[in-house]
């Protein structure tokens, strides 16, 4: 079973918006009214608020994995992968989370390193806005590929069979700028499934 595609996950909401939407989306959010509250109550809230958000901004840099912490540091991406992760099939298994260094592609350890490439921060890139904020604002890690191997019941058994299981996930981010038209707005992935277990 091969789960694969946009996701749509990122930092934030990239969907078209209004003046109307933004204030209703204020209104209902609770991180929101605790910026608010700590602005306004706090002799340092601006400064505590700007430093929240850039430290929210940096943990979920390219990385929807990362952990969400209410109020404080919001990912709401999360939800979506613990979902994946804690789903099992009707036989037993589940799908492979694992990130061993010598299975990815580029030698990185970590969540799903195995099935999807990771990069220096957070996972390589798979779409950019038209304009990004300073070459890094407004790139996103939106693409991803999950994998139920049949042989593997817990997703991060390192210990379990590599049969059929991802193996040095990549995104190929250059081979798609490279081209006069590219293949796509977002960049291609591509994994390894070995038929045997490779005993790396």
Known sequence: MILAGDFNVSSGDLSPTSFRRELRNAASSPTFW?????????????????????????????NPTASHIPLLAPNPSKALFKLIENFRFYDGFAFDFRGNSNRSANGKTGLLANSNQRDRV?????????????KVLG??????VFVKS????SPKDDGGSYRFAPHFGRTLEEMNDRL?????????NVVDLPFQDPGL
């Open 139 to 144: 790139k996103y890690r939106l693409d991803w």
């Open 180 to 188: 006069r038209e590219r293949i796509s707005d977002h960049h291609p």
């Open 122 to 134: 957070g996972y390589k890139m798979t779409f950019t806005t038209d304009r990004t904020v300073a």
């Open 150 to 153: 049949g042989y593997l019941s």
């Open 34 to 62: 605790f910026d608010q509250a700590v602005r306004y109550l706090t002799p340092q809230g601006l400064v505590l608020t700007g430093m929240r958000f850039l430290s929210n901004i940096t943990k979920n840099f390219q």
